[in-house]
């Protein structure tokens, strides 16, 4: 069956709001986006062109099984207690080719993604895709699985959730 105009216009909204939030750094609305059981993934790349496919037993960028990980990053940031995240950098994010799929609990999505930060005087460019298992109850939807893929992993400078 297919989606909906409607349905895919509010997936798109929401899935470009997650990125706002980022950006206007907003980490309460952005938190409130995430499922208690979430699970955040960043990969490591295995070869060339592999990528970790188990968070559990290999590598990761990034790995959050729940909010409360996503929580206290976002602890660490706004105390300052991340020294890595001060002076906090400007960001901007792009998301692009955003696919839908009706899925079990709600839909796949599946989209392209660029970052821009700067801090420093410098400006550092991340860009990959994004894999989101999305959940709808009662017209409100959450995010239940994030896996952000870092395509230029060869990072010159900080990465975390802000940058991605």
């Known amino acids: 069956m297919a989606?909906?105009?409607?349905?895919?216009?509010?997936?798109?909204d929401f899935v470009c709001s997650e990125l706002r939030y980022l950006d206007d750094r907003d980490w309460d609305k952005w938190l409130s986006l995430f499922s208690e059981d979430v699970e955040f993934w960043v990969p490591a790349w295995e070869s060339e062109y592999e990528t970790t496919t188990d968070p559990q037993s290999e590598m990761s960028l990034m790995f959050y099984s729940g909010r409360g990980g996503l929580e206290d990053r976002v602890f660490r940031i706004r105390t300052g207690l991340s020294a890595a995240s001060t002076p906090l950098p400007r960001t901007c994010h792009i998301v692009s080719n955003i696919q839908i799929a009706e899925a079990f609990e709600g839909y796949e999505v599946t989209a392209n993604w660029v970052s821009h930060a700067f801090r420093n005087g410098e400006t550092t460019t991340f860009y990959g895709t994004?894999?989101?298992?999305?959940?709808?109850?009662?017209?409100?939807?959450?995010?239940?699985?994030?896996?952000?893929?870092?395509?230029?992993?060869?990072i010159p400078t900080v990465l975390d959730i802000y940058n991605i």
Request: glycine share 2%; net charge neutral.
């Open 130 to 154: 994004y894999d989101y298992r999305i959940l709808e109850d009662a017209g409100d939807f959450l995010i239940k699985y994030k896996k952000i893929v870092v395509m230029n992993d060869l």
């Open 3 to 12: 989606i909906s105009f409607e349905t895919r216009f509010r997936v798109q």
